[in-house]
């Protein structure tokens, strides 16, 4: 079957009590069971839900994994797959990596003992294997990554990992599992922010991992043992957004192709990130493994901070806020919103940075919308 037909179908046939076309929502803590250690598949809520087990089996098949564990957000699903390594073990990042894992790695993982972490440039293969050590054992990805929006090679990185005896995580939140496939590419688990474009609606917040059997399993252990699982609602309307990705997808991507030309043309604009744009410097691995080039959109100001303060507040359509992957359109400032965490370090961002999340609008009017902010700074 086709993306589009996996994303209704997949794990979501009709409820065989009552014929309900859309998976039920099990708002239960507990289940009976038939005789002393005889349930029918679950027992007790954290340990497994049905709603979940739809949602789970949904993003196996999309991201063509043999499983996929749900986790109440994508911090929660992070902090899982950091839980199946060591102490001592070696992790390596990009060096503009979401601050959120920043921050659990540095603030969590590295000061408790458990992890060693370098950051580099993913897009310089040469650092990336200077940058391997004995006890290397993951090479994390964003792709596109955020908030600067590199392309990362994933065959090239997988094939660093493999030669490392290191396994290759693929953050694939921003592109989804519709515009690219990084376990078909090499890659060894596959991670998300639910809460993103998969969910698509700004109403939830969770995470998942899709990966191997084994890796699955060992997942499903921290699932159930640490206890961050998503509610059945959370599920249930992370499978409803499922649904639509694809059409959301490609509404995204024209959206964002749009906006991304007249930044390019504006003179308040130094720089556009956009992987679509021949310009960007990873284009053409973009379009080596990407379907088309997403819906997220950065940029920077020549006038500086204060002309993309001014800008940032300016927009009507595009609400000054933090996330992404909604229908609705979003901008903010990642060094003094999602990135603050990583002020100081060597993975600070541009001040003069502004983050798009494109949404699916009518393009003419986000256009507008956004060019009228930044005739105020030009």
Known sequence: MEFETRAIHAGQDPDPATGAVNVPIYAT???AQD???????WDYGRSGNPTRDALQTAL???EGSDDAVAFASGLAAEDAIFRTLSPGDHVIIADDVYGGTWR???KVHVPAGLLEVTAVDL????AVRAAVR???????VETPSNPLLKIIDIAAMATIAHEAGARLVVDNTFATPYLTQPLALGADIVVHSTTKYLGGHSDVVGGAVCADAATGEQLRFLQNSVGAVGSPFDNFLTLRGIKTLGVRMRAHCDNARAVATMLTEHPAV???HWPGLASHRNHDVAARQMADFGGMVSFQLAGGRPAADKVAIGTHLFFLAESLGGVESLIEHPGAMTHASVAGTQLEVPDDLLR???GIEHVDDLVDDLAAALDTVA
Not at 123 to 126: H, I, Q, R, Y
Not at 134 to 140: A, D, E, H, N
């Open 29 to 31: 803590s507990t289940f």
């Open 270 to 272: 130094s720089q556009v």
């Open 60 to 62: 196996a098949s999309l």
């Open 35 to 41: 005789g002393v250690g005889q349930d029918r598949g």
């Open 356 to 358: 798009l999340s494109v």
């Open 123 to 126: 897009t310089d293969l040469d």
């Open 134 to 140: 004995p006890r290397t054992r993951l090479l994390w």
């Open 104 to 106: 659990q790695l540095d």
